[in-house]
């Protein structure tokens, strides 16, 4: 963790684990896992599940204490793998403390980077932001301020290829299990994409699907919106049509002028991306597809 970061920390929660899995869907799927976690004397404080009848696959998402701080993840893992097994499960087990390590990339716009920092550096969601990708050097002295490393990677049509070689090796150096695109503005290759899958989380100005390209709230001035809002979702090589993960708007009117939607958007996509980046470090979004299942 960064120096000077207090995450909120309950030292009741030390011993807590949660799993989250995905397996076709049948009867005694929660029967298995709850008499699993009896037998061990773990205590259920969370448990969330539902069915997905488009694809029959069965989700779910439990939080629960093991009664001791110095909890044996592996050990865990290893007992629940003949459950596992025999239900076909797609899963995950980890310390419910454990800080999700997060790389975030940013241009030239600062609004939803700030906020995220802000709440980051409050303790507010349960990342380790182990550095900050820019293809600019506008916002390196907001990242000095927080104390985060700041790694400038221009691109360019003739440089993106090192670019993204260079993305990879802070990836592997720093072990980043989450990229947060904080208003990047490039698009990754279709490659990076795939090896990044559900790893990878974007903002994104919608409710304003006409309005594309340069100065989105300025043509949406020009006619007139009633509503704008934002969409949080996961990077694929399909641009902007990954798995949505949050969506909200605000109401907007003829009282308004183009910069006071620039101002609104701006408050919309910070808050929408902060929720997303907050939920995925609780371990509260499982893919379904094109789709998320999100336990929020």
Known sequence: MSDGVTRRVNPEDEGDLVLTLSCPDRPGIVAAVSQHLFEREANIEESQQFSDH????????????????????????????????????DWELRKALTAYRMLVMVSKFGH??????????????????????????????MARSYGIPFHHVPVTRDTKAE?????????????????????????????????????VINIHHSFLPSFKGAKPYHQAYERGVKVIGATAHYVTADLDEGPIIEQDIQRVDHRMGAEDLVAAGEEVESRVFARAVKW????????????TIVFS
């Open 54 to 89: 488009r694809t029959g696959r069965y989700f779910m998402r439990v939080r629960f204490d093991t009664g001791t701080a110095d909890v044996d993840v592996e050990q865990w893992k290893r007992e629940f793998d003949s459950v596992a097994t025999e239900f076909e499960m």
């Open 112 to 141: 939803v980077l700030n906020d995220l920092l802000f709440r980051w550096k409050s303790g507010q969601i349960n990342a380790d932001i182990v550095g900050i990708v820019s293809n600019h050097t506008d916002l390196e002295p």
């Open 163 to 199: 670019a993204e070689a260079r993305l990879r090796e802070l990836v592997a150096e720093h072990d980043v299990e989450l990229i947060t695109l904080a208003r990047y503005m490039q698009v990754l290759s279709d490659d990076l994409c795939r090896d990044l899958g559900g790893r």
């Open 280 to 291: 995925h470090c609780e371990s509260r979004i499982l893919l379904s597809g094109d789709r």
